[in-house]
T-cell receptor
Framework: GAGVSQSPSNKVTEKGKDVELRCDPI?????LYWYRQSLGQGLEFLIY????????KSGLPSDRFSAERTGGSVSTLTIQRTQQEDSAVYLC???????????FGPGTRLTVT | GDSVTQMEGPVTLSEEAFLTINCTYT??????LFWYVQYPGEGLQLLLK?????DKGSNKGFEATYRKETTSFHLEKGSVQVSDSAVYFC??????????????FGKGTHLIIQP
């Protein structure tokens, strides 16, 4: 069956621009997670959704970062006024329920110039 | 807060050698422990897990035992193959009142197996 998909696979943007990253979880998975993978920080947890609500936003690095999930399915991570330190691979994962295995997507590589 | 420490490598071994990748953790609660693997050009995949003390997770010849007394979850394999070349991440997960928290990862260990 289809796994977690993310789009775009690569995104190059100029400093100060806004970007939107999309995640399509596995059908039927109620939990969705966003992570960031960068050379300096490794893999960092950003935010977690259960259904459409986000009980844990503790990992969002600044108020320029926001995320939403609609219909209990697709999620969008938005970064406003991008900075060079936002350059990273943004990973999405989903699981059938919060205590089950997380399946990861291929990621979106964001480069801020 | 929670944290995971693992050797960063790169670790270079010959085929059929014995592998150990050390992983230790600190956690406020009683975590579940995981090893994830990222093969070149591919996404993160769960390799194995353990949810309570003394549990042993195993998969594809890899093993790791949840040691609460030493807060460790070392990854081992008796005889590595070239196809095991990848980046390995140790991770933990705790559970809050709102449900499961996100995974906390180590920095990753780049493993290179030479024929």
């Amino acid at each position: 069956g289809a796994g977690v998909s993310q789009s775009p696979s690569n995104k190059v943007t100029e400093k100060g621009k806004d970007v939107e990253l999309r995640c399509d979880p596995i059908s039927g998975h109620t939990a969705l997670y966003w992570y960031r993978q960068s050379l300096g920080q490794g893999l960092e947890f950003l935010i977690y959704f259960q259904g459409n609500s986000a009980p844990d936003k503790s990992g969002l690095p600044s108020d320029r970062f926001s995320a939403e999930r609609t219909g209990g399915s697709v999620s969008t991570l938005t970064i406003q006024r991008t900075q060079q330190e936002d350059s990273a691979v943004y990973l999405c994962a989903s699981s059938f329920s919060p205590n089950r295995e997380q399946y990861f997507g291929p990621g979106t590589r964001l480069t801020v110039t | 807060g929670d944290s995971v420490t693992q050797m960063e490598g790169p670790v270079t071994l010959s085929e059929e050698a014995f592998l150990t990748i050390n992983c230790t953790y600190t956690a406020t609660g009683y975590p579940s422990l995981f090893w994830y693997v990222q093969y070149p050009g591919e996404g993160l995949q769960l390799l194995l897990k353990a949810t309570k003390a003394d549990d042993k997770g195993s998969n594809k010849g890899f093993e790791a035992t949840y040691r609460k007394e030493t807060t460790s979850f070392h990854l081992e394999k008796g005889s590595v193959q070239v196809s095991d070349s990848a980046v390995y991440f140790c991770a933990l997960r705790t559970y809050s009142g709102g449900g499961a928290d996100g995974l906390t990862f180590g920095k990753g260990t780049h493993l290179i197996i030479q024929p």
